[in-house]
């Protein structure tokens, strides 16, 4: 009977080790077969279908939601679910085409980088979030008179959300700049490191400019545990990666979190397993409350907001919760809207930026940072730029368009913050 005991608890154990090492062992999502489809959606019931779809985000993952200037929607679907999916489609005539054939051969080419690049930091590929940290510490070290780090806050599973303060001197006007709120937008944090490396060593004088006589408070990874399962785990997550209490779906999506019209008007989702999905409460994610927490403290070190996010090239603005109503500055937003736009598309790629509020211009979303520091902090100039591109290859730029994209980000920039100044609120 004892020998007995014995082996049933020698079993229990060996399954208890044999799940704990498959968690920590478990191979990296791939995406073969995956494709990526442009939905043209002409009316509510179609618009229902997909929502609908997008419930399963596994299988069915939202690119790009609906947008009523477009009417389109993109969507990734699993292999196996694509006669279901054709099937739906034709049943409810919704036409559609493809945009990408294969997902993994995107995510298996964004990682082959030029033999050329040999520099331990640079901009012709994608680094992890210890990469990205080692990197900042080289800056903050090499430059410790002009910079500082700042510390946000804890994230979910403990790390530490970090910032880098680069400031010339005293006294200058603040800007905030968060970037990979969502983590498999990797674009941002890429170009969140080469904007602060350019405001610390270009010569050109406009850039210069910029650099001496404002303050920069830049996160370049502002949701390190998604951005860190991005690259070790599943190339195409987007939110945190807190547990549900009673749900097995993970994360929230930060940018729905926060307290500024939570989950109002359809603009985020209450569903656990939608990429939208708001928390169970403003402020249920870590992250999002430690952001909230920390800007409260250096209220009074800035006046500009911008979040980084791709893709589909648009820089918008509050309000994000309402397309009824727009600011009471919303003539001065359009203004630097289009300063930032004519800039960029006056480089010789010619990329073109839509801009406007977002609800307007894109869709209807509730409880995002931006909003949060327009309404709640009061900051009369706050945008989310929204980078390359328009869905040839989406979340997965390959690496030769993170200069280009950072070029037209400091064409942008540069005018952006020209037009805030000149308008008065810098
Ligand atoms: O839906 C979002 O959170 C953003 N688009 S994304 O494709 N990167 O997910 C847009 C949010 C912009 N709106 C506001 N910040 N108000
Ligand atoms: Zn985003």
Partial sequence: MRLLWLCVGALALLLVLASAATLKDSPKERYDGYGVYRLSVKNKLQQAVIEQLSQLSSKYNIWKDYDEQSQEVHIMVAPAELQHFQSLLSLHAISSEQIIENVQDLIDAEQVTPAADSAPFGWTKYYEL??????????????????????????????????????????????????????????????????????????????????????????????????????????????????????????????RNFDSHWLENNGASSNPCSETFAGDVPGSEPEAKALTEYLKTIENEFSVYISFHSYGQYLLSPYGHTKEEFPDNYDDLLEIGEAFATAVESLPYGTAYRYGSTADVLYVATGTSVDWVFNELNKKVAFTIEYRDQGRY????????????????????????????????L
Avoid at 205 to 218: G, K, Q
Wanted: with cysteine.
């Fill in 130 to 255: 210890a990469e990205i940290e080692a990197w900042l510490d080289s800056v903050l070290a090499a430059y410790p008179t002009v910079t500082e780090e700042f510390i946000v806050g804890q994230s979910y599973e403990g790390r530490t959300i970090r910032g880098i303060k680069i400031s010339h001197k005293a006294g200058n006007p603040g800007i905030f700049i968060e970037s990979n709120i969502h983590a498999r937008e990797w674009i941002t944090s890429a170009s969140a490191t080469w904007f602060i490396n350019e405001l610390l060593t270009s010569q050109e004088p406009a850039v210069r400019n910029l650099a001496d006589s404002y303050d920069w408070h830049i996160v370049p990874v502002f949701n390190v545990d998604g951005f860190e399962y991005s690259h070790a785990k599943n190339r195409m997550w987007r939110k945190t990666r807190q547990p549900h209490a009673t749900n097995e779906c993970i994360g929230v999506d930060a940018n």
């Fill in 394 to 425: 989406g979340f997965i730029l390959p690496p030769v368009q993170i200069l280009p994209n950072c070029q037209e980000l400091m064409a942008g920039m540069l005018a952006l913050i020209d037009k805030t100044q000149e308008l008065g609120y």
